[in-house]
């Protein structure tokens, strides 16, 4: 068996909230009770939405909280840079072995085009199904002249209809279809950033985690990310996905409760033992 790896990796787009502060606090029990380490990455690949005060701002108040990193940006460690924004050289060249591979294929579409396009309604929050405009047939390279469009996006071709299965360790047998439950999705941006997808398949394999413990939210990305490692010939970790927390009326808590936010919690007189308290709450109910 290899040493338990875990990690916890929040994007700084806002602040953190209690839903973050439960996955993280479960990530860190179960990385101290398997006696292994954790590792805190920062997942800032979008240069329009992440702002360092909101790095800063998520170790800050993870810290105060009391939930304790191995390695991390503010430590360094085996695997630096912990910081995704420095690490694209790395994903560029993991893009190309998805090309060479025959998996990944440039599109024009804009979002607009997919939405329009998209036959069905798709989940809240999730992206809609893209229709395959521009994917190319089998064992072809591009449906039109690259060079003519150097801003495009790459594309991972997914198997259609083959059913991606993995056990969770909270919920249990998972299985999504691929080409229905979601589509050929973004691995390279038109404006040169990575998708999450591609950087976090990229990182917690470079980083040796054993096991990803993160938001149910997140579950269906998992299937997404089991091809890219298959494709990539690369072990995938174990997946363990947290329920997620909801606001008085039900609402997923999002970024934007500021209200709910640790800083706002703290800022109105709560200690990290009550909130403490209050995360090993909501860990038993869920
Ligand atoms: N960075 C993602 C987020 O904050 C989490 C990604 C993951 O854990 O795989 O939502």
Same mark, same amino acid.
């Given at each position: 068996m290899k040493a338990y790896r875990g990690r916890i990796a929040p994007t700084p787009t806002g602040l953190l909230h209690l839903g973050h502060a439960q996955t993280f606090w479960i990530a860190q029990h179960r990385a101290r009770q398997a006696g292994g380490k954790l590792v805190y990455r920062t997942e800032d690949l979008d240069p329009q939405r992440c702002k360092a005060e909101f790095a800063d701002a998520a170790q800050d108040d993870l810290k105060w909280l009391g939930i304790e990193w !191995?390695?991390?940006? !503010?430590?360094?460690? $085996?695997?630096? $840079? &912990?910081? +995704?924004? +420095?690490?694209f050289d790395r994903y560029r060249s993991i893009l190309g072995q998805l090309k060479s591979a025959g998996l990944a294929y440039p599109c024009r579409c804009s979002r607009k085009d997919v939405r329009e396009a998209a036959s069905a309604p798709h989940e809240k929050g999730d992206e809609p199904?893209? $229709?395959?405009?521009?994917r190319p047939p089998?064992? +072809?390279?591009?449906?039109? !002249? =690259?060079e003519s469009a150097p801003r495009v996006n790459w594309r991972f071709r997914v198997p259609d209809g083959e059913s991606v299965a993995f056990e969770d360790g909270r919920f249990g047998s998972q299985s999504f279809l691929a080409g &229905?439950?979601?589509?050929?999705? =973004?691995?390279?941006?038109?404006?040169d950033v990575p998708s999450y997808q591609l950087a976090v398949v990229t990182d917690d394999h470079d980083m040796g985690i054993t096991e990803v413990v993160r938001g149910e939210d997140l579950l269906k990305c998992t299937a997404r990310q089991l091809l890219i490692y298959r494709a990539l010939g690369l072990e995938a970790p174990a997946f363990y996905h947290c329920p997620l927390v909801t606001d008085p009326d039900g609402q997923r808590l999002a970024k934007r409760h500021n209200s709910l936010s640790l800083q706002a919690m703290r800022n109105a007189g709560a200690t990290a033992k009550s909130l403490r308290a209050k995360v090993s709450e909501l860990v038993e109910s869920g």
């Open positions: !191995d390695e991390g940006p !503010d430590r360094g460690g $085996p695997f630096a $840079p &912990y910081i +995704q924004s +420095q690490r199904l893209y $229709p395959g405009t521009c089998l064992g +072809q390279a591009a449906a039109f !002249d =690259i &229905y439950d979601f589509g050929d999705f =973004i691995l390279w941006r038109h404006d």
